[in-house]
């Protein structure tokens, strides 16, 4: 299984960057699509979730600025991100839990990371 993720970048504050993240390999079904972010100096934190029920849940900083949205049909899942603010600078990595053919326990899987830079 494989999380590919897509489309950081550097843009202006207030600017708007919308990234993707597909799942690819042996997968039954997805529990749960997230992004987490790393900002320099800190631990990685959750940004946004999204369930397979399309529930959703959004960190309080960027509440009313990200929006998660996921293709089931796909195995992918969105961050658009608009109002961006230089405290957004991180890098951005996917991550899923979802259940592979064969086993019945839930593994939990990351992208590789993308970076979003926010100039001021």
């Known amino acids: 299984v494989q999380l590919q993720a897509s489309g950081g970048g550097l843009v202006q504050a207030g600017g708007s960057l919308r990234l993707s993240c597909a799942a690819s390999g042996n997968i039954v079904s997805i529990d749960r699509m997230a992004w987490y972010r790393q900002r320099p100096g800190n631990q990685r934190e959750l940004v946004a979730m999204?369930?397979?029920?399309?529930?959703?849940n959004y960190a309080d900083p960027v509440k009313g600025r990200f929006t998660i949205s996921s293709d089931n049909t796909k195995n992918t899942v969105f961050l658009q991100m608009d109002s961006l603010k230089p405290e957004d600078t991180a890098v951005y990595y996917c991550?899923?839990?979802?259940?592979?053919?064969?086993?019945?326990?839930?593994?939990?899987?990351w992208g590789q990371g993308t970076l979003v830079t926010v100039s001021s």
């Open positions: 999204v369930t397979n029920g399309g529930g959703t």
């Open positions: 991550n899923s839990r979802l259940r592979r053919r064969g086993f019945t326990m839930v593994f939990e899987y």
